[in-house]
T-cell receptor, first 111, second 115 residues
Framework: GQNIDQPTEMTATEGAIVQINCTYQ??????LFWYQQHAGEAPTFLSY????GLEEKGRFSSFLSRSKGYSYLLLKELQMKDSASYLC????????????FGTGTRLQVFP | GAGVSQSPSNKVTEKGKDVELRCDPI?????LYWYRQSLGQGLEFLIY????????KSGLPSDRFSAERTGGSVSTLTIQRTQQEDSAVYLC?????????????FGQGTRLTVV
């Protein structure tokens, strides 16, 4: 089966840095995605990693280690609007693009 | 439209009735996904389409669930003889398949309540 694990909940303070981890054990791998989902809304794309290393996009960065089956999403200079669920998803193969999601990490940012 | 469109946005149905949920993907997107999300939970994969064919139906919870896609575009998810445990938000997403960095774009979902 496919296994994607994330912490269920995290809290942080406005202006701080938070790291959300994701570990995966899947039958295939064609990249790892991070999505943000505000309560009652659809998920929106944040980042994509297919090679090992760090991808930086403004306040958000995502890291991948394929040999360890591990990724993290780093959020800097946290803002109240960053309170949301963060979903890690693995694309299983090049041809099918099947996306399997973890259960998500609910992040609460406090003033 | 420019995004993924789902209808209806909300559906309340009586237990035992059949429901149809519709998804209009972004024009030109060949891959289409259906997911189910229960309150406070992650996304549960239901089915995936590549064009009009469904290479992976492994996530459909039971034979009461079926889906089709026509013209490589619109998809319909049908739930027969609905049960209360079917209550959830049903999300549809689409993407360009077969190329790297193909992010999936989600619709706003259909909130299904079975009473």
């Amino acid at each position: 089966g496919q296994n994607i694990d994330q912490p269920t909940e995290m809290t942080a303070t406005e202006g701080a840095i938070v790291q959300i981890n994701c570990t995966y054990q899947t039958s295939g791998f064609n990249g790892l995605f991070w999505y943000q989902q505000h309560a009652g809304e659809a998920p929106t794309f944040l980042s994509y990693n297919v090679l090992d290393g760090l991808e930086e996009k403004g306040r958000f960065s995502s890291f991948l280690s394929r040999s360890k089956g591990y990724s993290y999403l780093l959020l800097k200079e946290l803002q109240m609007k960053d309170s949301a669920s963060y979903l890690c998803a693995v694309s299983l193969s090049y041809n099918t693009d099947k996306l399997i999601f973890g259960t998500g990490t609910r992040l609460q940012v406090f003033p | 439209g420019a995004g993924v469109s789902q209808s209806p946005s909300n559906k309340v149905t009586e237990k035992g009735k059949d429901v149809e949920l519709r998804c209009d993907p972004i024009s030109g997107h060949t891959a289409l996904y259906w997911y189910r999300q229960s309150l406070g939970q992650g996304l549960e994969f239901l089915i995936y389409f590549q064009g009009n064919s469904a290479p992976d139906k492994s996530g459909l919870p039971s034979d009461r669930f079926s889906a089709e896609r026509t013209g490589g575009s619109v998809s319909t998810l049908t739930i027969q003889r609905t049960q209360q445990e079917d209550s959830a938000v049903y999300l549809c997403a689409s993407s360009f398949a077969g190329t790297p960095n193909t992010e999936a774009f989600f619709g706003q979902g259909t909130r299904l309540t079975v009473v």
